[in-house]
């Protein structure tokens, strides 16, 4: 503190280096809260702490249920009935939704203007104590409200009955897995893991919750994040899984980065971090080879495609593109890279039983798109998409040629498959396929998908 009050006086420099050192300076001697180290809160400044820590409190309390409860004058300032308080109430409890006009209620008593309201709101989706979600159908009360915040501080323990289904314990044929995992040995820093969960509502579209994991969604990728207990440390698992390579690839990227920032926070913690061993998952090893997550910094190197596998399998080979992230959105070999990985899985085919993989998945059809040439569009406009269809998709994923492909052939699979049986949509592509001379291309997919010629004449 010595240094700081010399180096006040003989203050020079720019205007905003002085600034950043006064308020450093507040913030030593707790006159303010400033998170100077944090890039994410750099620009914020608390005046008031203790008011701050006080409303936090007023939110964040253990006896939330015993201690809020209603109050008639209360309830009309904040236009609540006591049928609606006690409707949003068991949301908050159960669901850890909180709606506007609840925390209007436990806030009265600090007597806060609108904008300041606001303000501390922003403040908490700022430093992901929780996260701005639309009305749905699963919580009545969120409608009655006009803005709704998710805080995972407050879910129930238990996983949601759906999970099985929606993540099964083995992997699905035709999806990719890829995974990492943060280890805290001794302890974890506190609500590490709710901050991630809270921060990764900016990548996904869809959630499900619980107190240790959520599922999300984008698109047909789907992640998911589990705090488990080990010892006396903790596991944060992160998984990945999809067809859509660069996908994968960006919630992977994209909720590590985030944990790093998160992990900014807490200097001093101690933890290791590893990127689970594809190859190791699909074969099914109890005890995974674990590669070193800060492979995840870095990016697929040019024009390799395959690797040799961990050194718990020398002998075999896994595509590079499972191992080293790709860019999300421009990766120029892409096609290349989606045949290395059809090509792994269908080597894993016959020696684990995961389940004959059809083309028609939503890997199959990238495959057939990253093994079609410009004459895709005809062969799409043949399969019944329209001019105005092809263009819409071209504008929706720009300069990604084989996710154009791609979504067009999902779009006429998901469009046929209502009134059709597979082996006629099959049979539907194989032709537009031919009709375009792509005879090689037909062969390779009855080949690589060990199906019976003799089911699809073909002239
Ligand atoms: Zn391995």
Not at 157 to 168: I, M, Q
Not at 216 to 231: A, F, P, Q
Not at 235 to 260: K, P
Not at 389 to 398: A, F, G, K, R, V
Request: glycine share 4%; hydrophobic share 40%; net charge negative.
């Amino acid at each position: 503190m010595n240094s700081m009050n010399k180096s006040m006086i003989s203050l020079e420099g720019s205007a905003v280096s002085s600034l950043e050192l006064v308020l450093k300076y507040l913030h030593m001697t707790g006159e303010i809260v400033w998170y100077y180290e944090n890039p994410k809160l750099k620009n914020i400044i608390f005046h008031r702490p203790d008011t701050l820590v006080e409303m936090l409190r007023a939110i964040f309390r253990h006896d939330f249920d015993k201690h809020v409860v209603y109050n008639e004058t209360y309830g009309k300032l904040a236009s609540l009935t006591s049928k609606k308080f006690e409707m949003m109430k068991e949301d908050f409890l159960t669901k850890g939704l909180m709606m506007l006009e609840m925390l209007h209620y436990c806030l009265l008593h600090f007597q806060l203007s609108v904008e300041a309201r606001d303000m501390f709101i922003d403040l908490m989706l700022k430093f992901d104590l929780c996260y701005e979600v639309p009305k749905f159908a699963g919580a009545p009360s969120t409608f009655a409200s006009s803005r709704v915040l998710k805080f995972p501080w407050f879910l129930s323990t238990e996983e949601p009955k759906s999970l099985g289904a929606e993540w099964p314990e083995k992997i699905p044929a035709d999806i990719i897995e890829i995974s990492f995992k943060l280890q805290f040995p001794t302890s974890t820093p506190p609500n590490f893991f709710e901050k991630t969960s809270a921060r990764l509502q900016n990548h996904i579209l869809q959630r499900e919750d619980w107190k240790n994991g959520v599922l999300g969604y984008r698109n047909r990728t789907k992640i998911l994040v589990c705090r488990e207990s080990v010892d006396s440390g903790t596991d944060v698992n992160v998984a990945v899984r999809g067809s859509d390579l660069q996908e994968i690839w960006y919630l992977i990227t994209s909720c590590h980065t985030d944990m790093m920032v998160l992990l900014q926070e807490w200097p001093f913690v101690h933890y290791e971090q590893y990127l689970v061993c594809t190859h190791c998952r699909f074969t099914g090893v109890e005890e995974p080879y674990l590669y070193p997550a800060e492979i995840l910094q870095h990016v697929c190197p040019r024009k390799v495609y395959r690797l040799q596998c961990c050194p718990d399998y020398k002998d075999a080979t896994i595509p590079a593109c499972l191992v080293y992230p790709l860019d999300p959105d421009f990766q120029d070999d892409i096609g290349e890279h989606i045949k290395t990985v059809k090509e792994f899985l269908q080597s894993l085919e016959d020696t684990v039983d995961s389940g004959r993989a059809a083309p028609l998945t939503d890997f199959g059809l990238s495959y057939v798109a990253a093994r079609l040439g410009v004459e895709w569009t005809l062969v799409t406009l043949s399969l019944g998409l329209t001019q105005p269809e092809i263009e819409q998709i071209q504008l929706d994923n720009p300069y990604q040629v084989v996710k154009q492909i791609t979504m067009a052939l999902i779009r006429w699979r998901d469009r046929q498959r209502i009134s059709q049986s597979e082996d006629r949509l099959l049979r539907e592509l194989f032709e537009a396929l031919l009709e375009q001379g792509r005879r090689d291309l037909v062969e390779d997919i009855q080949m690589k998908y060990g199906i019976d010629e003799g089911l699809f004449i073909l002239v």
